[in-house]
């Protein structure tokens, strides 16, 4: 079985640009969610997605927004990018929306803004 | 913010020691989570211990949770040059469906 795929691993976007990120969660896992780690720090959450509906959402600026497709793949889109947003996105999926078993991540997204 | 705070940030052992790892939370929490990551890549996950629980093995990993001093510790026994990774403690209150996640330990294992 394949694992929690994001795509693409590395990109490079200019200040102002917009950028899509995508997630297939693990086979039969209905939640989806997505975490920004910044060089030296632990993830922050931005969004969650469950049966393609938000969850929750972290304190991140509405230049961030996500959606989930009814095969419960996911996208998230950062508009205006800024050079702060440079960091590693990661997806993670989780069987139910309350994960009481650990979430499996991706290999996430580098994404830096020039 | 973050919630968990992982002590020590940076940890250096030699091979086949023992290494602990603690994180301390400000929140009441559903359950508590530890991770590793290699080299600034995803996320494994490790081991899930809840707040009605006080102690959980995982092959070499220990984790003990004291709900009244919001605090865990990760113990991993006979550490392997392949343990070399960075560790986070993520808690999880229920509600919003998130995890929080402290800054982490950088583990070195030095053969």
């Known amino acids: 079985d394949a694992g929690v795929t994001q795509s693409p691993t590395h990109l490079i976007k200019t200040r102002g640009q917009q950028v899509t990120l995508r997630c297939s969660p693990i086979?039969?896992?209905?939640?989806v969610s997505w975490y920004q780690q910044v060089l030296g720090q632990g993830p922050q959450f931005i969004f969650q997605?469950?049966?393609?509906?938000?969850?929750g959402r972290g304190n991140f600026p509405d230049r961030f927004s996500a959606r989930q497709f009814p095969n419960y793949s996911s996208e998230l889109n950062v508009n205006a990018l800024l050079l702060g947003d440079s960091a590693l996105y990661l997806c993670?999926?989780?069987?139910?929306?309350?994960?009481?078993?650990?979430?499996?991540f991706g290999s996430g997204t580098r994404l830096t803004v020039v | 913010s973050q919630q968990g705070e992982e002590d020590p940030q940076a940890l250096s052992i030699q091979e086949g020691e023992n290494a602990t790892m603690n994180c301390s939370y400000k929140?009441?929490?559903?359950?508590l989570q530890w991770y590793r990551q290699n080299s600034g890549r995803g996320l494994v996950h490790l081991i899930l211990?809840?707040?009605?629980?006080r102690e959980k093995h995982s092959g070499r990993l220990r984790v003990t949770l004291d709900t009244s001093k919001k605090s865990s510790s990760l113990l991993i026994t006979a550490s392997r040059a392949a343990d070399t990774a960075s560790y986070f403690c993520?808690?999880?209150?229920?509600?919003?469906?998130?995890?929080?996640f402290g800054q982490g330990t950088r583990l070195t294992i030095n053969p």
């Open positions: 993670a999926s989780s069987l139910e929306a309350l994960a009481n078993y650990g979430y499996t």
């Open positions: 086979s039969g896992h209905k939640s």
């Open positions: 997605y469950y049966e393609k509906e938000e969850r």
């Open positions: 929140t009441s929490i559903n359950n």
């Open positions: 211990i809840r707040s009605n629980e």
């Open positions: 993520a808690t999880d209150r229920g509600v919003g469906q998130k995890l929080v």
